[in-house]
């Protein structure tokens, strides 16, 4: 499985396929509008199609392609579970903040959960089983309409996932006032933290002892 990050809360994940471990499924979540600030690929292709919310900054799905010509990828907008090319989606309507979805994805043995530029401030307790053992959590925490460090601090120690990958805050030429990931990362005690523009997931960095925080750059 790897990652991308393309700034704001919009991903792209591979998962390899259980019988052709050499062909992916990509799941792309989030894509933007231009008015942001930032820019996606102009290829930018997926077989699923992820929405957590109806906003520009959420929902620009004419910008994402189908992997094969004239084929759209499935679209995923509403709360529920979801079985897509041996990848399960469960998308989960939080009430302390109704408008966003948090989805838990699933493949390759690994249980991805996104939440959103989700600024409930706290998660209730029914939610938090429903997400259940997160291996890797990806968090906003660039304050402004989602959680700043401190609350997504909290959040993180309910959730207690494996590895974190912050998103959803400030990085060049956008133009929504968020806040550096700095914050977070000394909230967390992880210092000069190197970013890198994709992360392969390896169990070895999945460690039950410790959360390992990861920074991507988009």
Same mark, same amino acid.
């Given at each position: ?15 390899? #396929?259980?019988?052709?471990? @050499? ?10 509008? $231009? ?17 957590? @919310?109806?906003?520009?900054? *959420?929902?620009? $799905?004419? +910008?994402?392609? !189908? ?23 469960? !998308? ?14 699933? !493949?390759?043995?690994? =249980?991805?959960? *996104?939440?959103? +530029? ?7 307790? &029914? /939610?938090?089983? @429903? ?10 925490? !660039? ?18 996932? #494996? ?9 060049? &030429? ?18 000069? /933290? #190197? ?6 997931? &390896?169990? #070895? ?8 925080? =990861?920074?991507?750059?988009?």
């Amino acid at each position: 499985m790897k990652l991308r990050w393309y700034g704001q809360s919009c991903f792209r994940i591979s998962v390899r #396929k259980k019988e052709r471990k @050499r062909q992916t499924t990509n799941v792309i979540i989030d894509p933007f509008s $231009k008015e942001c600030g930032l820019e996606l690929p102009s290829a930018l292709k997926g077989d699923i199609l992820i929405i957590s @919310r109806n906003h520009p900054d *959420h929902n620009n $799905k004419n +910008s994402v392609k !189908g992997r094969k010509s004239k084929e759209k990828p499935f679209l995923i907008n509403k709360p529920g579970e979801y079985e897509v090319k041996d990848i399960f989606i469960e !998308g989960i309507r939080e009430e302390n903040d109704p408008e966003k979805i948090i989805f838990a994805i699933e !493949g390759e043995g690994y =249980r991805i959960c *996104h939440l959103s +530029s989700f600024g409930g401030k706290e998660l209730n307790n &029914k /939610t938090v089983e @429903r997400i259940g053992n997160v291996d890797i959590l990806l968090v906003p925490v !660039g304050n402004e309409d989602s959680l700043n460090a401190k609350e997504a601090t909290k959040i993180i120690n309910e959730i207690d996932p #494996k590895m974190v990958i912050p998103m959803y805050y400030k990085v060049p &030429k956008l133009k929504r006032d968020l806040d550096k990931v700095d914050d977070f990362l000394k909230k967390m005690g992880a210092g000069d /933290t #190197k970013s890198q523009e994709k992360y392969k997931v &390896k169990k #070895k960095d999945l460690s039950e002892d410790e959360t390992e925080i =990861r920074v991507l750059k988009p």
